[in-house]
């Protein structure tokens, strides 16, 4: 480019030792000034750098014939102007980049004798009191030809801000249109304020002023310093003529381009188009000419290059695109070429593939060949991947490595074009053949059949070495997907035979021990749920007989009750939360009084009152991290959060923005274990001790207390029977869901649901093989959904706790977000996070701290906007941030508060006096209002014994196994097991 050989020609001069004359200078100042260029940055910066340079050089050498005129609007830029001659100047420049030698040498203009201003005539006409009433007033002036008064009237506008700004630019485009008085206008516009003088459209006027009166250095200064998509068609012809006298022709054309698209005629547009358009054909032509020289020589990269060359000096040369496109022609014509060479020399596979795809992309004249080849080519691949998947499912087959066989399987079946080979790897082994077609299997997700196809692989390996146990209850589950299969009906008859010859002999021993007179209804209702479990297995007719035998001997036991006894019951309907049952007693009940003093007692249990609480957010509220907070954190939902006094509790509603106060005695002391937030219902558990529980209805329209009792008591647990969780039912009232497991460890643990006070037993149960304590977490609530799971097994349960699928995995889940749809989990040393179809997962392994916080901690709420865990040992908490690893300062427990999950970190502030409760978000202050500090863990050395104490206090609050134990829910005996 002509740039950089002016570039080039400039470096060689400041290098050498040869003083070039000023007017050398002053034409290569110009020549390299990037100011009005399309340049990249870096070769913009190069510009200004030499002519900052030159700029020194000159003044340094003839400073004395130059003197530096200030910008009219940016006092810190200045023009470079001859003394004598006013036409002659060496750019603009910043005073910053002068040498000292520079300034030195320059002259200082001589001061411009004052000329008194000419005495202006006596305006007969009263000043108007506004710019636009002067507007106006000069209008009318122009209308009867006083051009002279209308002048006055107009020069005399000035502006304090830019209020006034419309009918200033009014006035000047007057003076200048409408009068011709460039003078005037230029003093006018100047004399306004410095504020206005920023404004763009007055600067453009100004510089569109300045080229009319014959000063094209100052309208280029103001110009340079604008950007053309801003300026008007006017302006941008004048800029144009500015550049296009500078020899600037590119900068000229792409100038008038711009004024193109604007609206409006200029007279001098296509005048000064053709003569720019003619001066850059002329200044292009060499390049033309050697162009075409090139491609008689057939040198097409030389002609090309010319091309482009001329092109840059002049854009609509047709001839010079011509060849360029000739250039293109022939490169893609020899590329082509050179690609179907290597396809002729080229192995199948991918890699010939790609060739083809690259040819089907470039070689439009071939398309039909190339998609012919494309799709032979494919098809190779795929016949090579299909025995390929044949070869490697025979060698995973005889190592036993069944979920790698599945996910080949798997893959075969949905190759539609290779049924054959589907087929063929369903044969390779007998526990294969249930795959082959099997619909049922089909409509699940695929990670649950495969789960399912695991499970009927370890059953039916169980059933052939003749470990029969737990084998049933694994057919039981996969019977749906695979009962119709001949390979697994046989062993599940087999084993249905023998596990309905155990349930007959366990049926006969339960009824002998029912027909015993000393068993009573309490006894016999139990054993009687117990055969109803067992006669699941049997065939009807045997269920029916028993069925009948359990009615005679219940029937035996009937007796009509008695008013004290229907009182009782209805008492306890009425505490358990039994309504419709309790309104049928009450149907029978006589005794107004006895039915009068159980309401009065079970209303002095439930009772509850509310009152307002205003509630506030701050951004400015002081926040306190190191006093006892006055309120206690008890609980939270996804919406909800639960704050205790001495004998209150508020609720604070976060989705409806509000907060209120309930007085109660039984809602104080414990805390939340469950909820259904979109119904606004809530379970209280440890009131008075663990096995009572508080049900409560708290929504704007009711709050009250409906039921309250022990969970033993409620739902007639066997003897040993605790219950790990208890969670609500979306559907019924007087349903619940428990996790039992058993004190003496003798029996499995189970879950399912049940009804309070029935003698039916516990519904839709679920157990995990023979584990102890199996582990529950409520994954949703409309509808109800759980995860459920033991040691190396997860599931996900619908409403009746079938479960949705299977995962080969230990739960140990810390925060569900239903929102988002995702889990968080702690497997394998650190935490994690899937969805709930557990096929998107993502690791945390920064956080290696997790593995100390499941033992003894109580995990409080997972943030997923800033990936901190709230986590709580005692009476201390803390944030752990599990993307980095550092875990903050510990502070007072309750002192910062949330959701669950934590979508916002929460302090408050609560006055008992006002009745008022005030919250301040901090979730983006807690960096700066906590230290935090990394735990000294993972890394994968051995820690010295320093590391280790300095951990131990960081993990564990700085609380030693000295310290007494102190009331903190959930944490017993926390010091023995850390150490």
Not at 237 to 253: E, P, T, V
Request: with cysteine.
């Amino acid at each position: 480019m002509t740039w950089e050989l002016h570039v080039a020609e400039a470096e060689n001069l400041l290098s050498s030792s040869r003083l070039p004359s000023s007017t050398e200078l002053i034409s290569l100042i110009k020549r390299v000034n990037p100011t009005r260029l399309q340049l990249h940055d870096e070769d913009r910066k190069r510009g200004y750098r030499l002519k900052n340079a030159l700029q020194n050089l000159l003044l340094e050498n003839y400073g004395e014939a130059f003197h530096l005129a200030p910008h009219p609007c940016a006092p810190d830029i200045v023009l470079i102007k001859h003394n004598t001659l006013p036409s002659i100047d060496a750019c603009h420049a910043v005073m910053g980049v002068f040498s000292e030698n520079a300034l030195r040498t320059v002259a200082v203009p001589e001061a411009k004798p004052q000329t008194k201003s000419p005495r202006k005539d006596k305006v007969t006409a009263e000043t108007p009191a506004s710019p636009m009433d002067v507007v106006r007033q000069a209008q009318r002036l122009l209308d009867e030809f006083d051009y002279s008064q209308a002048e006055r009237l107009l020069c005399d506008i000035r502006i304090e801000n830019n209020r006034h700004l419309p009918a200033l630019l009014r006035a000047a485009t007057m003076l200048l249109q409408d009068m011709g008085a460039y003078t005037a206008a230029i003093r006018t516009l100047l004399a306004q304020p410095r504020a206005v003088l920023r404004d763009t459209a007055v600067r453009e006027l100004i510089a569109l002023a300045y080229h009319r009166n014959g000063m094209p250095q100052e309208a280029r200064a103001l110009f340079d310093g604008l950007h053309a998509v801003d300026l008007g068609k006017n302006a941008l012809c004048a800029y144009a003529d500015i550049s296009f006298k500078d020899g600037n022709l590119a900068h000229a054309w792409h100038l008038l381009k711009e004024a193109d698209e604007k609206e409006g005629f200029i007279v001098e547009h296509a005048a000064l188009m053709s003569s720019v358009e003619t001066a850059m054909r002329r200044e292009a032509q060499p390049w033309v000419q050697r162009a075409e020289e090139a491609l008689t020589l057939n040198d097409m990269e030389q002609a090309e290059a010319q091309s482009r060359e001329a092109l840059g000096r002049c854009p609509s040369l047709q001839r010079p695109r011509e060849i360029i496109a000739m250039a293109a022609a022939k490169r893609e014509a020899e590329k082509l070429a050179a690609l179907w060479r290597r396809l002729e020399m080229s192995e199948p596979g991918p890699k010939r593939l790609e060739l083809l795809e690259t040819l089907q992309e470039h070689d439009t004249k071939a398309q039909e060949r190339i998609a012919g080849l494309i799709a032979a080519e494919k098809a190779a691949i795929k016949r090579y991947q299909v025995e390929s998947k044949l070869e490697t499912l025979r060698k995973e087959a005889e190592t036993r490595k069944w979920q790698e066989c599945y996910d080949i399987i798997e893959w075969l079946s949905r190759q539609d074009d290779h049924s054959e080979a589907y087929r063929e790897a369903c044969g390779v082994s007998p526990y294969f053949s249930v795959l082959h077609q099997n619909r049922r299997l089909q409509k699940v997700s695929g990670k649950s059949a495969r789960e399912a196809w695991l499970r009927f692989v370890e059953a039916k390996s169980a059933f052939e070495t003749g470990k029969l146990e737990g084998c049933f209850e694994i057919m039981e589950e996969i019977r749906d997907y695979f009962g119709h299969c001949p390979e697994f009906a046989e062993p599940y008859r087999m084993m249905l035979e023998r596990e309905q010859e155990a349930a007959r002999s366990e049926i006969a021993l339960l009824l002998e021990q029912a027909q015993s007179e000393h068993a009573d209804a309490v006894r016999i209702g139990t054993i009687f749920n117990r055969i109803r479990k067992r006669m699941s297995v049997l065939p009807e007719e045997e269920r029916n007989a028993h069925l009948k035998t359990m009615r005679e001997r219940q029937s035996l036991l009937e007796t009509e009750p008695d008013g004290d006894e229907l009182v009782s019951a209805y008492a306890v309907c009425r505490l358990f939360g039994n309504l419709q049952r309790a309104s049928l007693l009450r149907e029978h009940i006589a005794d107004e009084t006895s039915l009068k003093k159980v309401e009065d007692e079970v209303g002095e249990l439930f009772k509850i009152e509310r009152s307002g609480l205003t509630l506030n957010f701050s951004n400015d509220m002081p926040v306190d991290l190191t006093s006892e907070p006055a309120l206690a954190y008890r609980g939270s939902t996804d919406r909800h959060i639960f704050l205790t006094g001495m004998k209150y509790f508020i609720l604070v509603d976060l989705h409806e923005m509000s907060a209120t106060r309930f007085d109660s005695i039984y809602l104080t002391g414990g805390h939340l274990v469950d909820a259904l937030p979109a119904k606004g219902i809530f379970l209280f558990r440890g009131i008075t001790e663990t096995n009572y529980v508080v049900r409560a209805e708290l929504t704007a329209s009711k709050w009250a207390i409906t039921a309250l009792f022990d969970v033993s008591e409620a739902f007639l647990l066997e003897e040993g029977a605790t219950v790990v969780d208890i969670y609500l039912s979306s559907d019924r009232e007087t349903d619940y869901y428990l996790n039992i497991k058993y004190e003496d460890g003798s029996r499995p643990g189970k879950m399912g649901r049940m009804r309070v006070r029935s003698r039916n037993g516990m519904a839709d149960t679920v157990q995990i093989k023979d584990e102890p304590v199996i582990y529950s977490k409520r994954l949703s609530s409309a509808p109800d959904r759980f995860i459920i799971g033991a040691t190396d097994e997860t599931r996900i349960c619908t409403r009746n706790l079938t479960y949705d699928f299977i995962m080969g995995m230990t739960p140990d889940i810390w925060e569900v977000d239903e929102e988002n749809r995702h889990i968080y989990y702690f497997y394998s040393h650190i935490l994690k996070r899937v969805d709930f179809k557990f096929d998107d997962y993502t690791e945390f392994p920064e956080s290696p701290g997790c593995f100390f916080f499941k033992m003894n901690h109580r995990i409080l709420g997972v943030s997923p906007t800033t990936n901190t865990v709230m986590i709580a040992f005692k009476q201390k908490a803390a944030l752990y941030d599990f993307g980095t690893n550092e875990l903050s300062v510990p502070f007072p427990f309750s002192a910062i508060v949330s959701t669950r999950p934590a979508r916002k970190w929460y302090c408050f502030d609560y006055s008992e006096e006002r009745r008022e409760l005030t919250l301040k978000d901090v979730t983006r202050e807690v960096r700066s209002l906590l230290a935090w500090k990394p735990l000294p863990l993972g890394g994968g050395r051995k820690r010295t014994a320093e590391e280790v104490q300095e951990a131990y206090g960081m993990l564990y609050f700085g609380y030693t196994c000295e310290d007494p134990p102190e009331d903190a829910e959930g944490e017993t005996g926390a010091c023995d097991e850390a150490s």
